[in-house]
């Protein structure tokens, strides 16, 4: 997939989760401030990547990701490295 579409699907699954327009959504906008996010939408948006993209998401780097842009590198990052998700 390319980073392009990464990046569209992103925003896609941030749309639907936050309420916010997908023109609204830059890779510049904080999830916090910006897109109303709280922990409880978070994790839908994690759990929505880890199954959109199967990837599995480390517990430990969700807190670090605050950006649209965190969002899509670390799914990027993921994806590359053959991260494919181990649960079923």
């Known amino acids: 997939m390319a980073k392009n579409d990464v990046e569209k699907e992103i925003i896609s699954i941030i749309s639907e989760i936050s309420g916010f327009d997908e023109e609204e959504i830059t890779p510049e906008k904080n999830f ?12 839908e948006i994690t ?9 599995s998401v480390r517990d430990e780097d969700i807190p670090n990701i605050t950006t649209v842009r965190q969002a899509v590198d670390l799914v990027n990052q993921l994806l590359a490295s053959g991260n494919a998700d181990a649960k079923t």
């Open 47 to 55: 759990v929505a990547l880890e199954k959109k993209f199967k990837i």
């Open 32 to 43: 916090f401030e910006d897109l109303d996010v709280d922990s409880i939408k978070a994790i």
